[in-house]
Protein backbone atom coordinates (compact mmCIF):
# COMPACT_ATOMS: atom_id res chain seq x y z
CA UNK A 1 0.00 0.00 0.00
CA UNK A 2 1.21 3.42 -0.62
CA UNK A 3 -0.01 7.00 0.79
CA UNK A 4 0.64 10.08 -1.25
CA UNK A 5 0.03 13.43 -0.01
CA UNK A 6 0.73 16.51 -2.42
CA UNK A 7 1.24 19.88 -1.80
CA UNK A 8 2.68 23.69 -3.05
CA UNK A 9 -0.69 24.29 -4.72
CA UNK A 10 -1.71 27.92 -4.78
CA UNK A 11 -3.33 31.01 -6.37
CA UNK A 12 -0.04 32.73 -8.90
CA UNK A 13 -0.68 35.14 -11.83
CA UNK A 14 -0.08 34.04 -14.93
CA UNK A 15 3.96 33.71 -16.01
CA UNK A 16 4.60 32.72 -12.46
CA UNK A 17 5.86 29.32 -11.57
CA UNK A 18 4.74 26.93 -8.65
CA UNK A 19 6.53 23.56 -7.55
CA UNK A 20 3.99 20.87 -6.50
CA UNK A 21 5.62 17.97 -3.57
CA UNK A 22 3.75 14.72 -3.15
CA UNK A 23 4.89 12.81 -0.39
CA UNK A 24 4.84 8.86 -0.58
CA UNK A 25 4.59 6.41 2.41
CA UNK A 26 5.89 3.02 2.35
CA UNK A 27 9.28 1.53 1.20
CA UNK A 28 9.22 0.61 -2.05
CA UNK A 29 8.58 3.95 -3.27
CA UNK A 30 11.75 3.56 -5.67
CA UNK A 31 10.11 0.44 -7.62
CA UNK A 32 6.86 2.72 -8.83
CA UNK A 33 6.80 5.21 -11.57
CA UNK A 34 4.98 8.47 -10.97
CA UNK A 35 2.93 10.37 -12.58
CA UNK A 36 1.15 13.68 -12.18
CA UNK A 37 -2.56 14.38 -13.74
CA UNK A 38 -4.77 17.19 -13.43
CA UNK A 39 -8.57 18.04 -13.71
CA UNK A 40 -10.42 21.50 -14.41
CA UNK A 41 -13.81 22.19 -13.53
CA UNK A 42 -16.20 19.71 -15.93
CA UNK A 43 -13.32 18.08 -17.82
CA UNK A 44 -11.69 14.49 -17.71
CA UNK A 45 -8.91 14.00 -14.95
CA UNK A 46 -6.03 14.32 -18.25
CA UNK A 47 -2.34 13.20 -18.43
CA UNK A 48 0.68 15.82 -17.68
CA UNK A 49 3.73 14.55 -16.49
CA UNK A 50 5.55 11.01 -15.46
CA UNK A 51 9.03 9.97 -14.58
CA UNK A 52 10.23 6.21 -14.58
CA UNK A 53 11.29 4.44 -11.00
CA UNK A 54 14.91 5.42 -11.42
CA UNK A 55 13.93 8.54 -12.56
CA UNK A 56 15.49 8.01 -16.09
CA UNK A 57 12.98 8.71 -18.36
CA UNK A 58 10.41 11.48 -18.11
CA UNK A 59 7.50 12.07 -20.26
CA UNK A 60 5.04 15.14 -20.78
CA UNK A 61 1.83 16.03 -22.50
CA UNK A 62 2.79 18.57 -25.53
CA UNK A 63 0.76 21.29 -23.85
CA UNK A 64 3.19 21.81 -20.63
CA UNK A 65 6.49 20.57 -22.30
CA UNK A 66 8.87 23.39 -21.99
CA UNK A 67 7.47 24.67 -18.84
CA UNK A 68 7.26 21.93 -16.41
CA UNK A 69 9.79 19.24 -15.20
CA UNK A 70 8.83 16.07 -13.03
CA UNK A 71 11.52 14.78 -10.91
CA UNK A 72 12.04 12.46 -8.29
CA UNK A 73 13.70 12.21 -4.77
CA UNK A 74 13.71 8.41 -4.20
CA UNK A 75 15.67 8.44 -0.50
CA UNK A 76 12.93 11.48 0.35
CA UNK A 77 10.16 9.38 -1.11
CA UNK A 78 9.32 12.52 -3.17
CA UNK A 79 7.98 13.71 -6.56
CA UNK A 80 7.87 16.82 -7.75
CA UNK A 81 6.34 19.07 -10.48
CA UNK A 82 8.08 22.59 -11.40
CA UNK A 83 5.67 24.15 -12.77
CA UNK A 84 7.13 27.51 -15.16
CA UNK A 85 5.23 30.17 -17.41
CA UNK A 86 2.02 29.04 -15.72
CA UNK A 87 -0.89 29.87 -17.65
CA UNK A 88 -4.51 30.33 -16.70
CA UNK A 89 -5.26 26.66 -18.87
CA UNK A 90 -3.21 25.27 -16.34
CA UNK A 91 -6.11 25.93 -13.41
CA UNK A 92 -6.81 22.74 -12.30
CA UNK A 93 -7.18 20.09 -9.33
CA UNK A 94 -3.04 18.46 -10.25
CA UNK A 95 -2.94 14.96 -8.81
CA UNK A 96 0.36 12.49 -8.20
CA UNK A 97 -0.49 8.65 -8.66
CA UNK A 98 2.02 5.81 -8.54
CA UNK A 99 2.29 3.14 -11.03
CA UNK A 100 3.68 -0.86 -9.97
CA UNK A 101 3.99 -2.35 -13.03
CA UNK A 102 6.73 -1.84 -15.37
CA UNK A 103 4.77 -2.44 -18.21
CA UNK A 104 1.66 -0.62 -18.40
CA UNK A 105 1.77 2.76 -20.17
CA UNK A 106 2.85 5.84 -18.23
CA UNK A 107 -0.11 8.14 -19.75
CA UNK A 108 -2.69 6.61 -18.96
CA UNK A 109 -4.78 7.31 -15.98
CA UNK A 110 -6.19 3.98 -15.45
CA UNK A 111 -2.89 2.08 -14.98
CA UNK A 112 -1.56 3.78 -12.12
CA UNK A 113 -2.61 2.03 -9.06
CA UNK A 114 -2.18 4.75 -5.85
CA UNK A 115 -3.37 8.32 -6.35
CA UNK A 116 -3.08 11.36 -3.81
CA UNK A 117 -6.00 13.78 -2.78
CA UNK A 118 -5.03 16.62 -4.80
CA UNK A 119 -4.13 19.96 -4.38
CA UNK A 120 -5.45 22.87 -6.11
CA UNK A 121 -3.20 25.20 -8.30
CA UNK A 122 -4.92 28.73 -9.99
CA UNK A 123 -3.76 30.89 -12.49
CA UNK A 124 -5.12 34.11 -12.46
CA UNK A 125 -4.58 36.24 -16.02
Known amino acids: QVQLVESGGGLVQAGGSLRLSCAASGRTFSTYAMGWFRQAPGKEREFVAAITATGDNTYYTDSVKGRFTISRDNAKNTVFLQMNSLKPEDTAVYYC??????????????????WGQGTQVTVSS
Open 97 to 114: AAKASRFSPLRVRSAYDY
